[in-house]
């Protein structure tokens, strides 16, 4: 085979059931990919090489052995650092877990190593993934594979980047605002937050628990399909998984469930026009179009609550922050300072907390606390919660006229690295069409739709009602492969080769 | 929205257990201030007849069989400790000077 990091999962994983290549061969390659690309792009904090063979050589034993081979086995994939695994540190991008090794695993993990994927390593992230360029996190930032001078988006920026520079072929994100379909959206790949509740919260690292829901990156959604069906399940470990069959992502990704002929898809006026850059507008214009030209039924669609999305987010993911994060308090792992036998524990707490955490996770856990306190309770948190509600109600609505929702995924194209790193409310719009489907809890894709301004990746958002994740797979599969045939291609195949010299 | 004064931000900087030094307190007021007045268009909509949302897809009474199972070994459990003595984490004095 030519070269491995070009494969798509199940490509891989078919190849290697076939033994036609190792998993050993597959996971060196792209070692070997990451070695060469991520100087430039810096996707990872931490690499065993060790460790990620050990495993790929756990699934050639069991191909060897004749045992029954998982679907994904022998695919390498990138983690971000915000799930445990034993065996290798667990930062979340933070100073104040720098150096920590966790314990025990994560159930993402777990179901990863059942089904034989590779975890090649950690990847970078904004710090307890605030943020929506990754430049919030304590150990430098990840560069756009598409423009070294741009953001790959955020948080899970490290793993869009890894999928985008062809480091591995899948990775693994956290979505709690947009933190999966925004930097998908920039880097021209996949990305799926999966219905709230799908994927098991066991060993994530919490932000916002009633929001937070890890998902999968790729470079095709039939490979996204895949990771999910591997992430997805009940899991008895988190009291807020869903305790039901995972819905047919994969057949819906093979379009085993039909295209989107005589589908009724929504276009939603909230997530459009006045503050979207003239080149998204455009992809998305045409997107409607190729859907309307390959029979979907698409109507216009008014959320009108959808306009208080981002104030609601503001107030209860950093309410639920400030309360979480009060965990990291030096105590019983990670950073601990100010310890030197005079200092109290609540000084030695503060300390601790001021060396350890960032700029923005400082402002997230005051605004927190701000809105939690006696007096502001009901103004803030307890309002924002019932915005909530309204957004709902949206949703519900609309889903009683449509199958599937429709926006772009993101405002712009990828910004220049440091534009927004210190305007809050400037890198808070970059979430604005993705906060709806996260406060809501329904599934959400961002798929390629094209170029856009300054020739970057432009990304489509496709919106389903609760536990029909599979509607966002069976329109996203059809719509993909009308735009390549469109492009001749991949989008993908258009990303910067980064290696100097380097041939395809 | 009440202006946030210096004396507010270190009040909430002592309530989130973070030191701050003053050019940090007047930056992070700043900030704080612009987003207070961005996030207060909540009160905007939703009336008093709107409940509120916690979850976004609501489970209730989740409970797992009464089983014993083994907890995590001791040393995995102190490994990642700052600080541990006698099998278990040493942690700075609790009480001030004055209350012991």
């Not at chain 1, 990775?171 to 021209?188: F, L, M």
């Not at chain 1, 609550?305 to 009060?326: G, H, M, R, T, V």
């Amino acid at each position: 085979m030519s070269d491995l990091t070009r494969l798509d999962a199940s490509e891989t994983a078919a190849s290697v059931a076939a033994g036609q290549v190792t998993a050993r061969e597959v996971t060196s390659a792209h070692l070997d990919r990451v070695n060469q690309t991520d100087e430039q792009v810096h996707a990872f904090l931490h690499i065993d090489r060790n460790l990620a063979l050990a495993a790929a050589d756990a699934v050639d034993a069991a191909r060897a052995a004749g045992e029954p081979l998982g679907p994904l086995a022998g695919v390498p994939l990138a983690l971000k650092d915000v799930f445990t695994m034993r065996g290798a540190p667990t930062t979340c991008g933070s100073k104040i877990l720098d150096g920590w090794r966790p314990p025990y695993d994560s159930t993402v993990v777990e179901r990863l190593r059942q089904a034989g994927v590779v975890v090649l390593g950690k990847t970078n992230m904004d710090e307890f993934a605030m943020g929506s360029s990754t430049e919030n996190s304590a150990f430098g930032v990840t560069h756009n594979p598409w423009d070294l001078q741009r953001i790959p988006g955020g948080s899970s920026g490290g793993s869009s980047a890894a999928v985008a520079a062809r480091q591995a072929p899948l990775a693994i994100g956290t979505d709690t605002g947009g933190s999966i379909r925004q930097p998908a959206a920039v880097t021209g790949i996949v990305g799926v937050k999966p219905t709230y509740g799908a994927v098991s919260r066991y060993g994530l690292v919490a932000f916002s628990s009633s929001l937070d829901q890890g998902g999968p990156f790729a470079r095709t959604v039939l490979d996204a399909a895949l990771l999910h069906e591997v992430m997805a399940g009940h899991d008895p470990k988190d009291a807020t998984s869903i305790d039901a069959p995972v819905p047919p992502v994969v057949a819906a990704a093979r379009g085993e469930l039909g295209g989107v002929d005589g589908l009724k898809v929504g276009v939603v006026s909230q997530l459009q026009g006045e503050g979207y850059e003239p080149g998204v507008q455009a992809r998305f214009d045409e997107v409607v179009e190729l859907l309307t030209s390959m029979g979907a039924d698409v109507v216009e669609v008014s959320c009108p609550s959808f306009d208080y999305a981002l104030p609601a987010y503001y107030l209860i993911a950093p309410s639920e922050c400030s309360s979480n994060l009060a965990r990291f308090d030096g105590m019983r792992y990670g950073l601990r300072a100010g310890d030197d036998g005079a200092n109290g524990v609540e000084q030695v707490m503060a300390i601790t907390r001021a060396e350890g955490f960032g700029p923005e996770v400082k402002r997230r856990i005051m605004l927190g606390t701000y809105a939690l306190s006696a007096g502001y309770y009901d103004a803030y948190y307890g309002q924002a919660q019932k915005v909530r509600t309204l957004i709902r109600r949206d949703f519900e609505a609309a889903y009683r006229d449509v199958d599937v929702l429709l926006s772009p995924t993101t405002p712009t194209v990828a910004f220049p690295i440091g534009e927004r790193a210190d305007d809050p409310i400037a890198m808070y719009k970059a979430d604005l069409a993705t906060l709806p489907s996260s406060l809501y809890g329904g599934p959400a894709m961002s798929l390629p739709a094209g170029l856009g301004d300054e020739d970057l990746p432009v990304g489509v958002q496709l919106m389903a009602a609760v536990q029909r994740d599979e509607q966002v797979y069976r329109v996203g599969a059809a719509l993909e492969s009308a735009l390549q045939e469109r492009w001749g291609g991949p989008l993908l195949d258009r990303v910067p080769e980064l290696v100097q010299g380097g041939a395809a | 929205m009440p202006a946030l004064h210096r004396d507010d931000i270190a009040h909430l900087a002592r309530l989130s257990r973070l030191q701050l030094t003053d050019a940090e307190r007047d930056h992070y007021g700043e900030q704080l201030e612009v987003i207070l007045a961005a996030v207060a268009r909540v009160a905007e909509v939703a009336a008093d007849d709107v409940p509120p949302t916690t979850h976004a897809v609501p489970v209730v009474n989740v409970t797992r069989p009464d089983v014993v199972v083994p907890c995590l070994p001791r040393g995995d459990v102190l490994s990642g400790a700052p600080a541990a003595e006698d099998d278990r984490f040493r942690v700075p004095r609790i009480l001030d000077e004055e209350e012991q």
